[in-house]
């Protein structure tokens, strides 16, 4: 995608030179979080073997990246109502370049601890960077959301063949202290030019009561439970599962993640022209369905090709849901979106610290990693169900 696509897109109404600067160093710095969150599926068979853990406590990395992201999520609101989204943003980058140098140490603790200061900054980024798109992006929601959550998707791709060639060269802690390096920059970057090209502030208008809607609300919540922890549960653990499958000594384990996020990556490319000709709607259920198809796979898959397979497939499914239940969500809630995000970011980030520690807790007591992933199988079917109870937004904000 060229630079004149994302500058000439309508979405975002701040002036010239401000406006290009903040989207092309917004954008960069994305790129970065999206290899800051799937790092731990490439990392973790790693570090598991360094200390000799067990799956279930392999599953506490999980654990302390997305329920430390919470305390950024609780902060963006008052951060961003007293001090702007630009300091909200540098505050995130600079957490997300503290962690990713602690992974980089030697002792057990300290690489915990780094997951934890990590999955702040990524609480205070990515859902920030998310919510300033909604708000900047009112005509072209869903396709802007979509480029943006495309940025990270080419980081999330990067990240497994990065890690293999960091690991394979003896390199793995200038790798991460380079990408350290990274999230400092966008820091800086981010905190003097998008304070310069805002969105529009909201139109003034009669707060809403967010709990006026129960059941989209409840049904909304539960469904970024469940996607983001089956997408973590998927990325987290495809490594570990392909790394026990595989025999032969040439096996390329550290892969398997890939070919979940570059499908992932193609399937976001293509949203925004799916969207041109079917409704958000019937998008969001042909997702899941296709990744209910390929989380159930995964029970069988015996070899790195049917696990790469089914990583594949269970991304291409999974790579417009996002985007598009944030589109719902601003479309739903419209002003108070932000106050409603950080509900449904929240329970998103519950999400991706519950599932993965599912997975490993069930992988440890039942004996075999392959039944660990009844857990994003289920979440996905449950999904299904819930879509069938959610609410239209045009009808539940008129």
């Keep these: 995608m060229g630079s004149d696509e994302l500058t000439n897109l309508p979405a975002f109404r701040h002036p010239g030179s401000a406006g290009r600067a903040a989207e092309t160093i917004l954008y960069a710095g994305i790129v970065v979080t999206g ?3 799937t790092l731990l599926g490439p990392l973790l068979p790693i570090l598991m073997a360094r200390w000799s853990l067990t799956d279930e406590r392999g599953g506490a990395f999980f ?8 305390a950024g999520i609780a902060l963006l609101d008052p951060l961003v109502s007293r001090r702007g989204y630009g300091v909200a943003l540098a505050a995130g980058f600079a957490s997300i370049a ?7 140490l030697a002792p057990e603790a300290a690489a915990l601890l780094g997951a934890a200061v990590m999955g702040f900054g990524l609480g205070l980024t990515l859902s ?3 919510l300033w798109v909604a708000e900047a992006a009112r005509h072209r929601r869903a396709a802007a959301l979509s480029i943006l959550n495309l940025a990270w998707g080419i980081g999330a791709t990067a990240s497994a063949p990065l890690v293999m060639l960091a690991r394979r060269s003896g390199r793995l802690p200038l790798f991460l202290f380079t990408m350290a390096v990274c999230a400092l920059l966008a820091s800086l970057g981010v905190g003097t030019t998008i304070s310069a090209a805002a969105a529009s502030p909201p139109s003034p208008q009669a707060p809403q009561q967010l709990w006026t809607a129960s059941p989209a609300t409840f049904v909304l919540g539960a469904i970024f439970f469940l996607y983001v922890g089956t997408e973590n549960s998927l990325g987290g653990w495809t490594a570990a599962l392909a790394r026990r499958e595989g025999v ?3 096996n390329p384990w550290e892969l398997a993640p890939l070919f979940f996020w570059a499908s992932l990556l193609t399937g976001r490319a293509v949203t925004p022209l799916a969207l041109r000709w079917l409704p958000e709607r019937i998008l969001l259920r042909a997702g899941i369905a296709v990744a209910a198809m390929g989380s159930m796979l995964f029970l069988n898959a015996a070899s790195f090709q049917a696990i790469a397979a089914c990583a594949a497939l269970t991304g291409f499914g999974m790579a417009a849901i996002y985007p ?3 589109s719902m969500m601003a479309s739903h809630y419209g002003d108070q979106a932000r106050r409603a995000g950080r509900l449904m970011f929240a329970l998103a980030t519950l999400g991706g610290a519950a599932l993965p520690w599912l997975v490993g807790f069930t992988s440890t007591h039942a004996q075999s990693l392959r039944w660990g992933f ?7 079917l449950a999904m299904i169900g819930l879509l069938a109870n ?3 937004p045009s009808a539940a904000s008129s």
């Design 128 to 130: 920030g960077a998310n």
């Design 63 to 70: 654990i302390a990246q997305f329920t430390a992201s919470l």
């Design 390 to 392: 959610l609410p239209d």
């Design 35 to 37: 290899i800051a969150t």
């Design 374 to 380: 009844l857990i994003p199988a289920g979440a996905s």
């Design 248 to 250: 032969s000594s040439g």
């Design 98 to 104: 503290l962690g990713l140098a602690g992974l980089a």
């Design 324 to 326: 598009l239940l944030i």
